[in-house]
């Protein structure tokens, strides 16, 4: 968990970092025991609430954080990863994610090599591969492009490229866009999955509240940047949901201490 937190948002957790409950309208918080917080947070918690921020916890017990939470939803211990599988699907089913932002920032409208007989096959389709691999990610991957319905280089300016779909390269191989791959694993992870013990509904109604709060309450900060294709941008533009989690997340299987029980 640290390790996905520090590559997507350059940050980790605990003494490291923390939710922006300064500008968020929507905070849930997951995999984590009432007292294993700093004061820190717990104030940040206090002015959230004071200033009209709806908080969500998900425990398996309503003590401590949760029993200040707007909405305490109960979870079977040790399910919070099968939680997040169904809010994912939840969350693609009902189109409640940032298009532009996971064309533009995420690889998932590159294309995957499908071929059953190819030594690429789940790998990113190339255009053009070095003779030495090294240690970086170059930007040689392959987009399906909407309009000219054909593969093209990623990022090329003008492309708007299939976000879901399988198609076939002119040699006749096979892919499919990762995003699709995504939808298809998925697939089975619906809230009807019972295995967290939380109702279907509930978590349909937390993956809407999740996608509309991002959608429709987007902020924009006035601070300065620059992508990795050099390209400048004057602002920053957020979503106001901020998430908490910690080691309760990665020890389902040590479930014979109070702590871990807790988590």
């Keep these: 968990m640290a390790a996905g937190?520090?590559?997507?948002?350059?940050?980790?957790?605990?003494?490291?970092?923390?939710?922006?409950?300064?500008?968020?309208?929507?905070?849930?918080?997951?995999?984590?025991?009432?007292?294993?917080?700093?004061?820190?947070?717990?104030?940040?918690?206090?002015?959230?609430?004071?200033?009209?921020?709806r908080f969500i916890s998900i425990n398996p017990v309503r003590t401590g954080y949760s029993a200040i939470a707007d909405k305490w939803i109960p979870i079977k211990t040790g399910t919070d990863g099968a939680l997040l599988l169904a809010l994912i699907h939840e969350l693609i089913k009902q189109g409640l994610y940032d298009r532009e932002f996971i064309v533009q920032y995420t690889n998932a409208p590159e294309l995957i090599n499908m071929a059953s007989d190819s030594t690429e096959q789940g790998m990113f389709v190339r255009f053009e591969v070095p003779p030495e691999e090294g240690c970086f990610d170059p930007q040689n991957k392959l987009w399906w492009d909407r309009e000219l319905n054909k593969a093209i280089s990623t990022h090329t300016n003008g492309v708007d490229p299939y976000l879901l779909g399988e198609f076939e390269l002119d040699d006749g191989t096979p892919v499919k866009t990762a995003f699709q791959l995504l939808k298809e694993q998925v697939e089975e992870y619906t809230p009807e999955w019972e295995i967290t013990g939380i109702p279907a509904d509930t978590i349909k109604m937390l993956?809407?509240?999740?996608?509309?709060?991002a959608r429709d309450h987007k902020i924009e900060l006035p601070i300065?940047?620059?992508?990795?294709?050099?390209?400048?941008?004057?602002?920053?533009?957020?979503n106001p949901i901020a998430f908490h989690a910690m080691r309760g997340l990665a020890a389902p299987s040590s479930i014979s201490t109070p702590h871990s029980t807790l988590c």
């Design 5 to 53: 937190l520090i590559y997507t948002m350059g940050g980790s957790f605990w003494e490291f970092g923390g939710p922006d409950l300064e500008r968020a309208k929507l905070f849930v918080m997951l995999g984590t025991a009432e007292d294993h917080h700093s004061n820190p947070m717990k104030i940040e918690l206090s002015k959230f609430k004071r200033n009209g921020g």
């Design 207 to 213: 993956a809407y509240e999740m996608g509309i709060t």
């Design 224 to 238: 300065a940047w620059t992508d990795c294709w050099d390209n400048d941008h004057e602002t920053v533009t957020g």
